[in-house]
């Protein structure tokens, strides 16, 4: 047996594993790394965050990304060299990392990589009869574990688009394992970019559960305050705040045929941009309001399409245990406003169930991660959007 293949088949046989979980977002402001404790499989997974932080990109390295990020014309050269380029920068913040923390690269088991989402490309948008869903992330296993010496799962989504899926929203398959419990009903709402989330019944039937997008989190709001704030987000909410809602630009924004598909269903900065607030600013006559109550009502646009998502699924008063994560959960206006339209749910965040929720997105790759390895497929039943599969390829050091 190949060495590399027999040391693979012994970590992945240990009663617990050291595996590092990797996320960068559409928000591009750093890679989130989290050293994960994981025993166990399916739904006796165990897992202990262990350590956890964001290795920040540099404004040339972000800026490299973005010139090839969510466009339908980019330097295919540029694509090619970044798909090296991110996973050495990848490489790198880990290695850092684990000299902070105090470890080995030896004393890792796994790397669980989600690499850089630079183009999601559902059905439901290009419209294309001939052409599967697609979705395409960037940053190589293959680099990652050579420079680490860590065996390395990465490009998950693709068995989900190859099993029928459109390679999003993952989250169902984490969010199960580590957070479904017994007679409580939960809904696990992640507002990154795009906000989305996960119904976990209390029933614990895998077969009633669903994960969806439901349009956009923080990427609008973070797009136009990068462009007219020279900031990279709003910070507390700071310019919003002092804006006003706009109900004709509100009306616009919402009028869009991704709000009345189905569930589930996934979406991403490829609608939802600049040019999308544009058009909705000329067809409401809006191009002259104020630039903060633009982003007044793009924080109650965002708000608007969470809420209205969680009412389809619950009823207009709908009764629901929300645990919130991601960055939107930072936006005080933004959390502000979704207890106002959802007057009698609870809002909490994963540190309630001991999940630090700016590491959530990251441990969730090392849930699947670990499942490829050690678990087998969950069954799903034959539904739409949640096919039944391990995800992940394994890259391994030399």
């Known amino acids: 047996m190949n060495l590399q293949i027999q040391n693979l088949y012994s970590r992945a046989n240990k009663p617990e594993r050291l595996i590092i979980g990797l996320m960068s977002g559409t928000s591009m402001d750093g890679l989130d790394i989290a ?92 419209k294309m009869d001939d052409y599967p869903n697609g979705t395409l992330q960037i940053g190589d296993g293959d680099h990652i574990a050579v420079k680490t010496g860590i065996i390395t799962l990465s490009d998950f989504r693709q068995k989900h688009l190859a099993a029928g899926g459109e390679g999003a929203p993952l989250a169902v398959y984490g969010d199960y394992l580590m957070f479904s419990k017994k007679n409580e009903d939960r809904i696990m709402l992640n507002i990154g970019g795009i906000a989305n989330f996960t119904y976990l019944p209390g029933s614990l039937s895998a077969d009633q559960i669903f994960s969806t997008d439901v349009g956009p989190g923080n990427t609008l709001m973070d797009q136009f305050v990068q462009k007219h704030f020279n900031q990279f987000y709003d910070k507390n909410a700071a310019i919003g705040s002092t804006g006003r809602l706009n109900e004709d630009l509100l009306s616009a924004l ?136 391990c995800m992940g390829k394994i890259s391994l050091p030399s």
């Open 254 to 389: 919402l009028d869009c045929d991704f709000f009345e598909a189905d569930f589930p269903k996934t979406t991403g900065p490829e609608l939802f941009n600049l040019d999308y607030l544009i058009n909705a600013q000329k067809h409401s006559f809006t191009t002259k309001i104020a630039l903060e109550d633009v982003m007044a009502t793009l924080c109650h646009f965002s708000a608007e399409v969470i809420t209205n998502a969680v009412k389809k699924c619950f009823g207009e008063r709908a009764k629901a245990q929300v645990f919130m994560s991601g960055g939107g959960m930072h936006n005080p206006l933004l959390v502000q406003l979704l207890k106002a339209k959802l007057p009698i749910s609870k809002f909490l965040t994963t540190y309630d169930l001991d999940i630090n929720p700016d590491a959530k997105e990251a441990v969730l790759f090392a849930v699947l991660a670990n499942e490829t390895l050690c678990g087998e497929p969950m069954d799903f039943g034959n539904r739409k959007g949640i096919p039944s599969v």
């Open 35 to 126: 050293l994960c404790l994981v025993k166990g499989s399916g739904i006796e997974t165990d897992i202990e965050v262990l350590e956890f932080k964001t290795g920040d990109y540099t404004d040339d390295f972000r800026a490299k990304i973005k010139a090839i990020f969510s466009k339908r014309k980019v330097d295919l050269e540029l694509v090619c060299l970044m798909n090296e380029h991110i996973a050495n920068i990848h490489a790198a913040l880990i290695n850092d990392a684990l000299k902070e923390w105090g470890y080995e690269n030896e004393d890792i088991d796994f790397i669980a990589s989600h690499g850089q989402t630079i183009f999601h490309a559902p059905k439901s948008l290009h």
